[in-house]
């Protein structure tokens, strides 16, 4: 999820376990022990681009690694922020706990993946039931956090999280929607899916980007979920194969054990971009959900050294001209 709503979500749940005179204190504490984690993104290195794709939401984001992160936070924090609100070490300690533990469970909520039970497993969690960034989650933790602290109430921040629990459940029945409908698009094509998952578009729980894979080829369709449902049909391509799309290719160099890597990292959801036959993209994520045009992808070179790693790209595209689409979807019209 994106900053703020992590912050926020980390402030909410410190507040649910401060006196009245410890409000802002434990909302600013629980604020900055929810961003925390995300300072894995400060692992990089020049040569390798992947690196820091190994280690976001990784050790950071483990559940196991709560009570180390929330202590380093503490000792952080504690000097700079225990006078001033008058908190001891002990009180300091318990919202970074409670806002640390906020941040892994929120991003599971996504399609990215997490590392929640590092070193116990390497799985990716990704529930698929919350874009990464949705004002309807974000918009109604901050007021109650503002009326808490304002008004020294819990009655507000219990009524934001109560919401945003209610709203994390809807996100399971839409998604679980979407997937029917999507089951149902790929029999109806004579297709029998050997794996299909739905994930929310853009800020939205209405509209769902579908992905299945059948003999070797992916296809991806954009599921309107509301009263009604409405099936907006995309484009297929065909799965990674790494012996047929780069027979050029040492299975021994960098670049094919760096495939392998960005293999771990999308689930496997990897095919090969159809204007660049050196490209590799992640299928998840597009800026409109019946697309296979890739927000990431990693680029592959023939002509360097064994030892040389691939290029990690992202790539924007026209948000601004996707978004009356999107916004089509949405409201279920029809779109050309």
């Known amino acids: 999820m994106d900053p703020v709503t992590q912050g926020a979500l980390g402030a909410a749940v410190a507040l ?40 976001h939401r990784q050790f950071t984001h483990s559940l196991l690694f709560v009570p180390i992160g929330a202590l380093l936070c ?17 009180s300091v300690y318990t919202f970074c ?33 919350l874009s990464i960034i949705d004002p309807l989650v974000t918009l109604p933790l901050l007021l109650g956090i503002f009326w808490t602290v304002r008004s020294k109430s819990s009655a507000p921040i219990l009524l934001a999280l109560a919401w945003f629990g209610s709203y994390v459940a809807v996100g399971v029945v839409q998604r679980d929607r979407a997937e029917a409908v999507a089951w ?45 449902t409405k099936i907006y049909e995309g ?22 054990r760096d495939i ?3 293999r771990w990292f ?8 159809q204007s660049d036959p050196n490209r590799v993209i992640d299928m ?15 680029q592959l070179d023939p002509n360097v050294g064994s030892d040389v790693h691939v290029a990690y790209q992202m790539h924007r595209g026209d948000s601004r001209a996707a978004l009356p689409t999107l916004w089509a979807m949405i409201t279920g019209e029809d779109i050309d």
């Open 184 to 228: 149902e698009l790929a029999l109806a094509r004579g297709h029998s899916p050997q794996r299909l998952e739905a994930k929310p578009s853009f800020a939205n729980l209405l509209v769902f980007k579908t992905v299945y894979e059948d003999s070797h080829r992916f296809y991806v369709d954009a599921v309107h979920v509301g009263v009604d």
């Open 284 to 298: 998840r994520y597009s800026l409109l959900p019946n697309d296979i045009n890739a927000l990431w992808s990693i």
């Open 235 to 256: 484009e297929s391509v065909a799965k990674l194969d790494v012996g047929r799309d780069f027979s050029w290719l040492d299975s021994g160099s960098q670049q094919a």
């Open 16 to 55: 649910t376990k401060a006196r009245p005179k410890q409000l802002a204190g434990a909302a600013l504490i629980g604020a900055l022990g929810g961003m925390a984690p995300d300072l894995d993104v400060l692992i990089r290195s020049s040569t390798d681009s992947l690196l820091f794709l190994e280690y």
């Open 260 to 262: 392998e890597r960005f």
């Open 97 to 129: 706990v409670l806002g640390y533990a906020t941040h892994g469970l929120l991003d599971a909520c996504t399609t990215y993946g997490t590392l929640l039970l590092w070193p116990l497993s390497y799985e990716r969690v990704a529930w698929n039931v």
């Open 266 to 273: 999308s689930n496997d959801y990897l095919a090969l971009d």
């Open 74 to 90: 503490a000792l952080a924090l504690s000097p700079l922020l225990g006078k001033r609100f008058d908190l001891t070490f002990s």
